[in-house]
């Protein structure tokens, strides 16, 4: 008879607590209570409240109880927050020391909603410019200045994403890069293109996996044209299991930018043939089209000096080349080669990363307004070393260092281009 009544009592605090999940207050009332009149004991009390909460917890999590609507179960909110200081150095064309010192904040905010079994829409916020300049589509960096000024907030990303199949999915909005890139040679990771897009994925066994990624991308509007500036691209790939500790991933990327030509891209930095840069305007026009092709490759390894008694939990050797293979342009290459060791990603208290890459682009390898900005500010036509540090200091939550050593290849350049390097 007791265990029944212990029964009806877990089943009423079990009811309680799926109307009015957030009444914890009232429900501890309620358990103290038993317990003052003997029907249960502190300990009993304890596991019923432990067993119901997490039983609500699975329930909201696998978009089941009845005490939320739907669409918020099945809304997942995250964000992050960053505070960077960064120092720049440059040289002047008369060869002079130019320092710069800056602080910048970094915020966003993002919401992903899954509509049904096959559709998921998600929206992001940022801080970050949206007025067409050379920081607008790849810096979420806002700078601490003009007298505590408020900081510009744009949409980062808002898309709508429909996977009839488990191999394929449809995405279509301005999203996070569905191409995937071993390092930053091409993609400053912040830019989150516009257009459509198609994944499609197929499990050959269990050590491989390959992939089919592509795109139609728009770079302009515009209202006077019918030959909009667009990106199309294709990427077939693959992820093999060597074994249980070592992992290799390759792919090779088409990228094809019509109407490129003739045109001035916001957002450029004007290291592309064809323009010229007078402080900090730049005129012109693109000379050349734009088609590149773009091996990579990263193999990784876990614990791979686990034999000699050496704590590494992880190494990954990568590459990457890309040739603008339009005819007729001198400047058409480039690539980069680096290595990461450490955790294979920093999440909570004493995890660490060491990341190195060399990386070099001919003015015209690629446009100018996709690269990495902290890399000579985004420029093509350079060449740069980079090493990196992060130290976990608690969950989510680590410190890095960054430093860049980048310059100019003078000899793609003619009098007229002024881009000094830097140093950050």
Same mark, same amino acid.
């Given at each position: 008879?007791?265990?029944?009544?212990?029964?009806?009592?877990?089943?009423?605090?079990?009811?309680?607590?799926?109307?009015?999940?957030?009444?914890?207050?009232?429900?501890?009332?309620?358990?103290?209570?038993?317990?003052?009149?003997?029907?249960?004991?502190?300990?009993?009390?304890?596991?019923?409240?432990?067993?119901?909460?997490?039983?609500?917890?699975?329930?909201?999590?696998?978009?089941?109880?009845?005490?939320?609507?739907?669409?918020?179960?099945?809304?997942?909110?995250?964000?992050?927050?960053?505070?960077?200081?960064?120092?720049?150095?440059?040289?002047?064309?008369?060869?002079?020391?130019?320092?710069?010192?800056?602080?910048?904040?970094?915020?966003?905010?993002?919401?992903?909603?899954?509509?049904?079994?096959?559709?998921?829409?998600?929206?992001?916020?940022?801080?970050?410019?949206?007025?067409?300049?050379?920081?607008?589509?790849?810096?979420?960096?806002?700078?601490?200045?003009?007298?505590?000024?408020?900081?510009?907030?744009?949409?980062?990303?808002?898309?709508?994403?429909?996977?009839?199949?488990?191999?394929?999915?449809?995405?279509?909005?301005?999203?996070?890069?569905?191409?995937?890139?071993?390092?930053?040679?091409?993609?400053?990771?912040?830019?989150?293109?516009?257009?459509?897009?198609?994944?499609?994925? =197929?499990? &050959?066994?269990?050590? !491989?996996?390959?992939?089919?990624?592509? #795109?139609? /991308? $728009?770079?302009?509007?515009? *209202?006077?044209?019918?030959?909009?500036?667009?990106?199309?691209?294709?990427?077939?790939?693959?992820?093999?299991?060597?074994?249980?500790?070592?992992?290799?991933?390759?792919?090779?990327?088409?990228?094809?930018?019509?109407?490129?030509?003739?045109?001035?891209?916001?957002?450029?930095?004007?290291?592309?043939?064809?323009?010229?840069?007078?402080?900090?305007?730049?005129?012109?026009?693109?000379?050349?089209?734009?088609?590149?092709?773009?091996?990579?490759?990263?193999?990784?390894?876990?614990?791979?000096? =686990?034999? &000699?008694?050496?704590? !590494?939990?992880?190494?990954?050797?990568? #590459?990457? /080349? $890309?040739?603008?293979?339009? *005819?007729?342009?001198?400047?058409?290459?480039?690539?980069?080669?680096?290595?990461?060791?450490?955790?294979?990603?920093?999440?909570?208290?004493?995890?660490?990363?060491?990341?190195?890459?060399?990386?070099?682009?001919?003015?015209?390898?690629?446009?100018?307004?996709?690269?990495?900005?902290?890399?000579?500010?985004?420029?093509?036509?350079?060449?740069?070393?980079?090493?990196?540090?992060?130290?976990?200091?608690?969950?989510?939550?680590?410190?890095?260092?960054?430093?860049?050593?980048?310059?100019?290849? =003078?000899?793609?350049?003619?009098?007229?281009?002024?881009?000094?390097?830097?140093?950050?």
């Amino acid at each position: 008879m007791k265990k029944l009544f212990r029964f009806a009592v877990f089943m009423a605090v079990f009811m309680w607590i799926g109307i009015g999940y957030c009444f914890a207050g009232e429900i501890d009332t309620l358990v103290n209570k038993l317990i003052e009149k003997g029907v249960l004991t502190p300990g009993e009390a304890q596991q019923i409240i432990t067993e119901t909460k997490e039983e609500v917890k699975k329930e909201i999590a696998e978009g089941k109880s009845s005490s939320l609507p739907q669409w918020v179960q099945n809304t997942k909110l995250k964000g992050d927050f960053r505070l960077r200081y960064q120092r720049d150095h440059s040289k002047s064309t008369t060869n002079n020391s130019i320092y710069r010192d800056r602080v910048r904040i970094r915020t966003r905010l993002g919401l992903e909603s899954k509509v049904n079994d096959k559709i998921l829409a998600g929206i992001g916020i940022a801080t970050g410019l949206s007025d067409g300049s050379a920081d607008a589509a790849r810096s979420t960096n806002a700078s601490l200045e003009k007298g505590f000024s408020k900081k510009a907030i744009a949409f980062d990303y808002a898309y709508a994403q429909y996977a009839p199949f488990s191999w394929a999915t449809f995405i279509g909005g301005k999203f996070k890069n569905n191409l995937w890139e071993p390092g930053d040679l091409v993609w400053d990771t912040d830019i989150n293109p516009e257009g459509g897009a198609v994944k499609l994925t =197929k499990k &050959i066994n269990s050590e !491989l996996d390959l992939f089919l990624n592509s #795109g139609v /991308y $728009v770079i302009e509007e515009q *209202s006077a044209s019918d030959h909009d500036p667009m990106m199309y691209a294709i990427q077939p790939g693959f992820n093999l299991a060597i074994n249980d500790t070592t992992s290799l991933k390759g792919a090779i990327s088409y990228y094809h930018f019509a109407n490129a030509k003739d045109n001035l891209l916001s957002g450029t930095k004007g290291t592309n043939t064809g323009y010229t840069v007078s402080g900090s305007t730049v005129s012109g026009r693109l000379k050349y089209d734009y088609r590149e092709i773009i091996p990579a490759l990263e193999l990784s390894f876990k614990e791979p000096f =686990k034999p &000699i008694g050496l704590d !590494l939990p992880y190494i990954a050797l990568f #590459g990457e /080349y $890309v040739q603008n293979v339009d *005819s007729g342009i001198k400047y058409n290459k480039g690539y980069m080669l680096g290595c990461k060791l450490g955790a294979e990603k920093v999440e909570k208290w004493a995890d660490w990363q060491v990341r190195y890459n060399y990386a070099a682009l001919d003015r015209d390898a690629i446009l100018d307004t996709l690269p990495d900005s902290d890399r000579y500010d985004g420029k093509t036509g350079m060449k740069a070393h980079e090493i990196m540090f992060d130290w976990g200091l608690a969950k989510n939550t680590w410190i890095g260092f960054d430093f860049y050593q980048a310059q100019k290849i =003078k000899s793609q350049f003619g009098s007229t281009q002024s881009s000094p390097a830097i140093v950050a």
